[in-house]
């Protein structure tokens, strides 16, 4: 998404331990990529949330893998290439052959 990251994870530690150094790490590349520094990367807003259930995984999963194709990036979910749902890149076999 260009605009926010949907992230769903499994950790083996609290959230607190990788979470903050995460967003660290992420809005540092991301500021030197960009040429950016002195304003905030990440906006403070966010949403946390303990999964419960294998379903509820499951939805949340679903949700996120079709975020991109709902907000008109792609036209099907593996079509993004940043998603989980990725599908891989065309075929470019045929058009090689001819």
Request: proline share 8%; aromatic share 12%.
């Amino acid at each position: 998404m260009p605009n926010h990251v949907h992230l769903l994870v499994t950790p083996n530690v609290v959230a607190t331990r990788w979470l903050g150094p995460l967003k660290g790490f992420t809005a540092y590349q991301a500021n030197r990529i960009l040429g950016r520094a002195g304003n905030p990367f990440w906006q403070h807003e966010g949403y946390d949330h303990l999964v419960r259930s294998d379903e509820e995984f499951a939805r949340i999963r679903r949700y996120i893998e079709n975020n991109p194709a709902s907000a008109g990036l792609v036209a099907e979910p593996g079509d993004f290439e940043w998603s989980s749902a990725y599908a891989g890149p065309p075929e470019r076999a045929a058009a090689a052959t001819n």
